[in-house]
T-cell receptor
Framework: QKEVEQDPGPLSVPEGAIVSLNCTYSNSAFQYFMWYRQYSRKGPELLMY????GNKEDGRFTAQVDKSSKYISLFIRDSQPSDSATYLC???????????FGSGTKLNVKP | EAGVVQSPRYKIIEKKQPVAFWCNPISGHNTLYWYRQNLGQGPELLIR????????DSQLPKDRFSAERLKGVDSTLKIQPAELGDSAVYLCASSLVRSSSTDTQYFGPGTRLTVL
């Protein structure tokens, strides 16, 4: 069983839609939760970083962590074609420097 | 501020040939990571350095892969000999890790390796 499970998609939505991206995990030791965005032929870039449970908002992006369910989400409001990319969740434990990545969800926002 | 720099961006070689990738981390970052990313997958850690020391190389295939980080700055990852299954994107990342706080990882653009 993988440490982190993520639906690979692809997910196709119209411009302006609300997008929900999710990851589940099995190791309760994870305390750090990140979302990265990766455009085609580019390296991942950090979008959101949260510690422990709760919500964090940054502009059109909201990250949610539910440690009791071992479930994390990224919401994108008013999605734009420029949001079309692969979104990777990454989790870290007590040894924060070691991340475990999901396989990524490919998002396509149609104009 | 300059990000993580990697070269080359693309490399095509025949199997059994050697290949090397170079990474220059963000200035001041003491921790450097090499990842491999297969198509449609997330990055998988190969090796992590804290300054010059390799502190986690459990996932590095040591029979053919080697890495070094001389002087705790730039790093080189080498494969010798390359196999068909080594075709992937090799990502370098860096972060600033202190005893009292940590930082997330910043990635370079990657080197796309194709082994024929």
């Amino acid at each position: 069983q993988k440490e982190v499970e993520q639906d690979p998609g692809p997910l196709s939505v119209p411009e302006g839609a609300i997008v929900s991206l999710n990851c589940t995990y099995s190791n309760s030791a994870f305390q750090y939760f990140m979302w990265y965005r990766q455009y085609s032929r580019k390296g991942p870039e950090l979008l959101m970083y949260t510690y422990s449970s709760g919500n964090k908002e940054d502009g059109r992006f909201t990250a949610q962590v539910d440690k009791s369910s071992k479930y994390i989400s990224l919401f994108i409001r008013d999605s734009q074609p420029s949001d079309s990319a692969t979104y990777l969740c990454a989790l870290g434990g007590n040894n924060f420097n070691k991340f475990y990545f999901g396989s990524g969800t490919k998002l396509n926002v149609k104009p | 501020e300059a990000g993580v720099v990697q070269s080359p961006r693309y490399k095509i070689i025949e199997k059994k040939q050697p290949v090397a990738f170079w990474c220059n981390p963000i200035s001041g970052h003491n921790t450097l990571y090499w990842y491999r990313q297969n198509l449609g997958q997330g990055p998988e850690l190969l090796i992590r350095y804290e300054n010059e020391e390799a502190v986690d190389d459990s996932q590095l295939p040591k029979d053919r892969f080697s890495a070094e980080r001389l002087k705790g700055v730039d790093s080189t990852l080498k494969i010798q000999p390359a196999e068909l299954g080594d075709s992937a994107v090799y990502l370098c990342a860096s972060s600033l890790v202190r005893s009292s706080s940590t930082d997330t990882q910043y990635f370079g653009p990657g080197t796309r390796l194709t082994v024929l």
